[in-house]
């Protein structure tokens, strides 16, 4: 009898495995477009504000790798390094430029996304200053005694049926 319960235990058990297990799965590189190459690269990030700075990496090249857009000036990645380049002022807010690896003459491409501009920007020589993303401030400044006596009420309420409601049910279960 004592069969048929580790039979399925060990059913269980192998299923979950099975289930956890990682998949293999082949790695492409490149952007999946169909753009493969036999080296890697990224641009980090994929989307960012015209002025501000990405990330270029290139893996798997042997020789220094030129990277080209239309949105920063030439730049060239030493291998195996992480260099950045820093996106032009004038680049069009929601527009899509192509950023282009070269690695001994192989090219892969990727896509690099110029974000919207805020509400909040202030142009002070040509720069422009986002201000600082923040919340609303404060822990105590806007306390409200009404707020807080109803929070009690309910906290309190909650316990006292919990509390109600167990001693009944175990008055129950003896009789």
Known sequence: MRAIPMASVALLSAGALALGSPVASAAVTGDPSGNITSFGFSVTPSTVQAGGQVKLKADGCDKPVIVTSGVFDTVT??????????????????????????????????????????????TTGGNIHRGVKAGIGGSFGDLNLGELALGAALIVGALGSAVYWARRRTGEDDA
């Not at 195996?80 to 380049?85: C, E, N, P």
């Not at 430029?97 to 001994?104: G, H, I, M, R």
């Not at 491409?109 to 110029?114: A, F, R, S």
């Open 77 to 122: 990645i030493p291998k195996g390094d992480v260099v950045s380049a820093k996106v032009d002022w004038d680049a069009k807010p929601g527009a899509s430029y192509t950023v282009t690896f070269d690695c001994k003459g192989e090219k892969g491409t990727t896509d690099l996304t110029i974000a919207a501009g805020g509400n909040n920007q202030t």
